[in-house]
């Protein structure tokens, strides 16, 4: 069965701490995504990558940074952590074409306090 | 400006009450429409890929459809596992210049047996 794996279901980490979400696949995408999601807001893509050391800024890229050091593992780092990144962070790839969907993980829960 | 917008925010039915959902988008030159099912504390998952106007998926009792401003999605006879949030993404270009799928905020469907 295909995957996309996130390190940690729940998490929860100091303001001002710097924080690492991995994510791996196993399916040889190309493609891979960070998302957030909070109520009422939707989906929000925060970055991609079409490649590996490949990337490119979503809608809310603002407090994020990414890392694609190989095909299978997207990284997503928030430099200095804050109470207003608290949210359901979700990872995806998808092949290169997007037709076929994305395949997602199970998501991250990061509390900030 | 939202691209795309989902209606009903929720709804609630009958188990056996079949009702349609809707989407309906903004983008000009649609890529794609995407329908994703996603249940409590875990990511989406991908249902169907719709191209063009006049185009129709299935699976099992939801059949999508789409028209050059919406999509619809329509539940047959539904039972209580039908019970997720429904979302619907359009792809739409970044401000980067790639093709990447926006999502709507869903819709809460519950179904009472």
């Known amino acids: 069965d295909v995957k996309v794996t996130q390190s940690s279901r729940y998490l929860v980490k100091r303001t001002g701490e710097k924080v690492f979400l991995e994510c791996v696949q196993d399916m040889d995408h190309e493609n891979m995504f960070w998302y957030r999601q909070d109520p009422g807001l939707g989906l929000r893509l925060i970055y991609f990558s079409y490649d590996v050391k490949m990337k490119e800024k979503g809608d809310i890229p603002e407090g994020y940074s990414v890392s694609r050091e190989k095909k299978e593992r997207f990284s997503l780092i928030l430099e200095s952590a804050s109470t207003n990144q608290t949210s359901m962070y979700l990872c995806a790839s998808s092949p290169l074409d997007m037709g076929y969907g994305y395949t997602f993980g199970s998501g991250t829960r990061l509390t900030v306090v | 400006e939202d691209q795309v917008t989902q209606s009903p925010e929720a709804l609630r039915l009958q188990e056996g009450e079949s009702s349609s959902l809707n989407c309906s988008y903004t983008v000009s030159g649609l890529r794609g429409l995407f329908w994703y099912r996603q249940d409590p504390g875990k990511g989406p998952e991908f249902l169907f890929t719709?191209?063009?106007a006049g185009e129709e998926k299935e699976k099992e009792r939801l059949k999508a459809t789409l028209t050059k401003k919406e999509s619809f999605l329509h539940i047959t006879a539904p039972k209580p596992e039908d019970s997720a949030t429904y979302l619907c993404?359009?792809?739409?270009?970044?401000?980067?210049?790639?093709?990447?799928?926006?999502f709507g905020r869903g819709t809460s469907l519950i179904v009472h047996p």
């Open positions: 993404a359009v792809q739409a270009r970044t401000s980067g210049g790639s093709y990447i799928p926006t």
């Open positions: 719709l191209y063009s």
